[in-house]
C-alpha cells in the first residue's frame, strides 16, 4: 500500500457537516408542513421526510459494494 493511500483524507467541518445539516433541514420542513394543512403541504411533507430513508438506503447500499 502506498503511503498517500494509508493516511486519511482531511477534510473541513463544513464538509463534514453539510449533508447532515440538509437533512436535518429537509426533516424539519417536512414535519413542520406535516402540521401545518392540507394539500400541497402533505405533499411537501412526504417529500421532506422522504430525504432521510433515501439517505439510509443510499449509504447502506453504498456500504455494501
Do not use: H
Not at 8 to 16: T, Y
Amino acid at each position: 500500500m502506498s503511503r498517500a493511500a494509508a493516511r486519511p483524507r482531511r477534510r473541513s467541518l463544513g464538509a463534514i457537516f453539510v449533508m447532515p445539516a440538509l437533512i436535518g433541514i429537509f426533516s424539519l420542513v417536512g414535519l413542520v408542513s406535516a402540521l401545518a394543512g392540507d394539500g400541497f403541504s402533505d405533499i411537501l411533507s412526504w417529500a421532506g421526510l422522504a430525504v432521510p430513508l433515501i439517505a439510509i438506503v443510499w449509504a447502506c447500499a453504498r456500504r455494501r459494494q
